[in-house]
């Protein structure tokens, strides 16, 4: 099955149907010979068979048709319908009917048929509606481009606001960890400057420590030395002092040998310590 479109007729085509057999040619022409396409088209279904098809690659070679060839009526009665089949609108409900009426030429034949040339009325209408849809093919392509350019504009939005809320975001978290950090450095800043200033409090405090602990280690010093020194003169006095006993018990000792000799024994008076003390130190001083 091929189409052909038809030389010098707008929207109108012609279809080649190879068939296999003549039986299913005959039945095939005698079913859909003189039927209409639609119940609101006067146009019917033409079958006519063929000898030979040629096919070229332009039409300047194609061969001329034979004199025997004609046109195809356009006209139903030249076809036998013996019927004209035209479209009124209906005043009831403004739809296209169709006006049922017998052609007033129908005796005529076809050479004086002055029927309505129904070819050039569908090639109106075929004009007209493929104008309204190259119109609406137009306005829904328009559409679909202004849509197209909506969305596209809204994803674009979305795309800005999105990147948009996420610097803020960003810049947020970025301001907020830098005020942390901020505050974290001025509190360490704060302990360093604490930690210095006790630092050099405890530095002074130990210089001065160490000042007090010489001091007390040098009054410890002269303390221990003045006890020693004291110490030795307490000894030096005591070691004199057992002398003078030993040299006065000595003497005592001889003394009464003597006078037990010569005379009589008298009792000796008593003297106090510290005179007996400094006698000692006036006869150490004197010897």
Not at 16 to 36: M, W
Not at 92 to 112: F, I, M, R, W
Not at 146 to 165: D, G
């Amino acid at each position: 099955m091929r189409i052909v479109r038809n030389d010098g007729m707008d929207d109108r085509y012609s279809i080649l149907i190879r068939l296999d057999s003549q039986d299913s040619t005959d039945n095939f022409y005698k079913h859909f010979y003189g039927s209409r396409f639609s119940s609101l088209e006067a146009e019917v279904c033409r079958v006519l068979f063929t000898v030979d098809v040629q096919y070229t690659g332009s039409i300047e070679h194609a061969q001329p048709s034979p004199a025997s060839s004609a046109e195809q009526p356009t006209c139903p009665v030249c076809l036998g319908n013996n019927y004209v089949h035209r479209l009124i609108q209906s005043k009831t409900d403004g739809k296209l009917v169709e006006l049922n009426s017998q052609c007033l030429h129908a005796n005529d034949g076809c050479g004086s048929c002055d029927c309505v040339d129904y070819g050039f009325s569908e090639a109106l209408l075929n004009s007209r509606v493929e104008a309204i849809v190259n119109e609406y093919n137009e306005l829904l392509t328009t559409q679909l481009e202004n849509q197209k350019s909506y969305f596209e504009s809204l994803l674009q939005e979305v795309k800005e606001e999105t990147e948009k809320e996420i610097s803020v975001a960003v810049e947020k978290a970025v301001t907020l960890k830098l005020q942390k950090m901020q505050t974290k450095m001025d509190r360490c800043l704060k302990e360093k400057n604490i930690l210095d200033d006790l630092n050099e409090n405890l530095l002074k405090n130990q210089e001065i420590w160490k000042e007090k602990i010489t001091q007390i280690e040098d009054r410890e010093k002269k303390a221990l030395k003045l006890k020693d020194d004291k110490i030795r003169d307490l000894e030096e006095q005591l070691r004199d002092l057992m002398v003078y006993l030993e040299a006065g018990k000595t003497m005592e000792q001889l003394s009464m040998s003597d006078e037990i000799k010569d005379g009589t024994l008298l009792p000796k008076p008593m003297e106090s310590p510290s005179k007996s003390v400094s006698n000692g130190n006036n006869n150490r001083r004197r010897t």
